[in-house]
Every structure is written in structure tokens, then in C-alpha cells.
């Protein structure tokens, strides 16, 4: 079990450095959704500072990975705080932000950047940017001492590939070319879920301090119709590459993304189950694969389908690409993601998906 847990802490990374296919100059979409849950951050930090204003305010993003998002969390919540600083009349806080991540992640990218990001603060500002490497399903942080912890884009990631070797978990011959997830697909991925997700909360509720809040937005799936999925179409499309002779059968059948899309009930019933939080809102936000053409401060604008569709096998790339070549090899790297673009342009209005947005506080 323990060397199964390693290895997922070992391979999954985000596309490093500043380069084209790069996590950093592809996470518009990320960044699109961070926007859109800004009112959402407005008003959980507001809660949680009014009651918690502290002479030094410590923050914590899960998930960080690299590039600009990293630093847009910070700037966003140190303008929510000094703006309700100012409008209560008590001095600015100290900020102390810790960017945490698995440890394949490119921190150095993160501390090269830090100049630049310290120079964008207001002189009034004191803000010290500390790195947590570590997987965020267990401790990261001593008990009692962080006031928010915020989340985006990194809880669908399971902390392992559920025991496959199980009969009920085994692929059907009908699920190896399926796109879609649905109530019928591996139950061991939602007990997976489960166990992750609880063990999550468990380490935050210690983590944080009475009254603290959290901000938590990740993919998750409807509950009624067919879902695609980023792995469905990996799947079907590395299954018909197996069909060709590119790729060996063997490979495939032991290829597992460990990825769960959970529906909002399921997350509702883990969270009550748990006990450590009240919800203080539980929203889904519809978003399409290609950031209906993004703008809203997401940027870019697309003139036909082919070239939405080459934004999102781009970006999906810089997520997807390292797990996928530490399986296949660097080989088949291109031609999947050709591909993955061609489906992408053919399934663009299937292509939609629900953004969990969850507002949490910790019951004292
Ligand atoms: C798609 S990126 C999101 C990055 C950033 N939050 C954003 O919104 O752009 C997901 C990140 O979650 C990280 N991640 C996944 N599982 C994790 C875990 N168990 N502990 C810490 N980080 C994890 C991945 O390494 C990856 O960098």
C-alpha cells in the first residue's frame, strides 16, 4: 500500500518551468475559475477575519503548483484583507502565505518569481511567501495555526490508484473505450474519495484555528447525465491506438489516472459524515472544456473550433503529459495529444463540467 501511495507523490506534477507546454503558460482555465470564485474567497475571508483578526494572518494554498496562479491567491485574498482592514479600522495584517505541493512540483519556478511578486505589493504590505512540499491528505501544518487554507483545482486528484486487482474494480472490455464516468464506473475510485477527502478534512480541522475557514473548488460530475472526462478521453483514445499496434494491451490495462470526479451530494454527505465543518456554501459553477473562449480576465479568443480545441489539448498537456510519459514513454506523447485534440473539436458542446465551489468553517 505505503510504496503505491509513493508512487502517485512521485509522478504527479504539473508541466514545470515557463516553456510552451509549460503548467505556467497553460492554466488559463485555472485561472478563469479563480476568478469567477473570487466573490466567493470575498466572502469567506471576510467571515473569517472578522472574527479572527490576528496580527499575522496565515493563509495556505493546496495545490499550488506553478506560474501565475500560484501568486493570484495571494494577491486576492491580501487586497480582501486590507480592504476590510481599512473599512474596520484596525491596522493591516502580517501576511504569511505557504505554497504547498507534491515534491515533483517547480517550487523554483515559485521562488524565482517571488521578486516580481513582492515588487506588485503596496509598500504597506508585509507579505512572507514559505513553501510546504508535501502531499495535502495528511499533516502539513502544526495544530492551532492557520486561519484559511484554499484549494483550486487539486481535490479530484486521488492520493493513489484504488486497488485495481480487485474484481469489482477491473475494467469491463466495454469500459476500455468509455469516455463517459458514471454511477457504473469503479466504485473502489469513490471509496477512494471517500478515504482522501475525509483524511483531508480531518488534517485541516486540527490545522486550523477555532473558527478558521477554507475555500475548496475542484471538478466534479453531475449526478443524472454522462459525464466526459480528461482520463475517459485518454482512455479511448490510447485504447484505439492499442487497436492499431501503437501501443501494447498490457500497458493500457495497467494505466489508471487517479482522478475522482465526485457529484456535489457526494461531497455533502462526506463532509457532514466528518463532522468538522459547517457549509457555508456548497455552488456548482458550470464550465466548459474550452472556458467558453475564456475572457472575464482569462484572456485569449478563439476564431474556429480547431483552434479551441488545440487550447485544450494544450493545457490538458501540461497536466496530463508527465503522468503519460512516465507510463508509455515519451514516444507516444505527440500523437496522443493530436488526437486528443481532433476528439475535442468533434465532442466541444458534450464538453461541459461542474466546478464544485465549497465555503467551509471549522466548528469550534
Ligand atoms: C491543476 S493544478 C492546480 C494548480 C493551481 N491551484 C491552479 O488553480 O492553477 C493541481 C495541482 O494539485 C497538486 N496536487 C495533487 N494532489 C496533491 C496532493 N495530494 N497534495 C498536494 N498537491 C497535490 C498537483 O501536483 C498540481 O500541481
Not at 469513490?190 to 475548496?216: C, H, I, W
Request: with cysteine; charged share 25%; aromatic share 10%.
Amino acid at each position: 500500500m505505503a510504496s503505491k501511495v509513493m508512487a502517485v507523490e512521485r509522478v504527479l506534477h504539473m508541466n514545470g518551468g515557463v516553456g510552451e507546454t509549460s503548467y505556467a503558460n497553460n492554466s488559463l482555465i485555472q485561472r478563469k475559475v479563480l476568478m469567477r470564485v473570487r466573490p466567493i474567497l470575498e466572502e469567506s475571508i471576510k467571515k473569517m477575519y472578522c472574527t479572527n483578526a490576528s496580527t499575522c494572518l496565515k493563509v495556505a494554498d493546496l495545490g499550488c503548483s506553478s506560474g501565475p496562479n500560484a501568486f493570484l491567491v495571494a494577491s486576492n485574498v491580501i487586497d480582501i484583507v486590507n480592504e476590510t482592514s481599512r473599512r474596520l479600522k484596525i491596522e493591516t495584517p502580517t501576511f504569511q502565505f505557504f505554497l504547498n505541493d507534491l515534491f515533483g512540483n517547480d517550487f523554483n519556478s515559485i521562488f524565482q518569481s517571488l521578486p516580481e511578486f513582492y515588487y506588485t505589493l503596496k509598500q504597506d504590505t508585509t507579505c512572507l511567501i514559505n513553501a510546504m512540499p508535501g502531499t495535502f491528505y495528511g499533516t502539513l501544518f502544526p495544530s492551532n495555526s492557520i486561519h484559511f487554507f484554499h484549494s483550486s483545482y487539486s481535490l479530484h486528484w486521488l492520493s493513489q490508484v484504488p486497488d485495481l486487482l480487485s474484481k469489482e474494480a477491473k475494467l469491463s472490455d466495454d469500459d476500455k473505450g468509455n469516455i463517459y464516468v458514471t454511477s457504473t464506473s469503479p466504485p473502489s475510485y469513490a471509496k477512494q474519495f471517500k478515504e482522501d477527502f475525509t483524511l483531508f478534512l480531518r488534517s485541516r480541522s486540527r490545522e486550523l484555528v477555532p473558527g478558521g475557514g477554507m475555500l475548496l473548488a475542484f471538478i466534479g460530475r453531475y449526478d443524472t447525465s454522462q459525464n466526459i472526462t480528461a482520463a475517459g478521453l485518454f482512455r479511448m483514445i490510447l485504447n484505439d491506438m492499442v487497436l492499431e499496434n501503437l501501443i501494447e494491451e498490457t500497458k493500457l490495462e495497467h494505466f489508471n489516472v487517479p482522478v475522482y470526479v465526485a457529484t456535489a451530494d457526494e461531497v455533502k454527505e462526506i463532509i457532514k459524515e466528518e463532522g468538522s465543518f459547517s457549509v457555508e456554501r456548497l455552488e456548482s459553477i458550470e464550465t466548459s472544456w474550452d472556458g467558453s473562449s475564456l475572457d472575464d480576465k482569462g484572456y485569449e479568443s478563439f476564431k474556429d473550433d480547431n483552434e479551441r480545441g488545440k487550447f485544450v489539448a494544450r493545457y490538458l498537456r501540461a497536466v496530463f503529459e508527465p503522468l503519460l510519459k512516465a507510463h508509455f514513454g515519451e514516444g507516444i506523447v505527440e500523437e496522443v495529444f493530436l488526437r486528443f485534440q481532433n476528439k475535442v473539436v468533434q465532442l466541444l458542446p458534450k464538453l461541459v463540467y461542474p466546478t464544485l465551489v465549497i465555503s467551509l468553517t471549522k466548528i469550534a
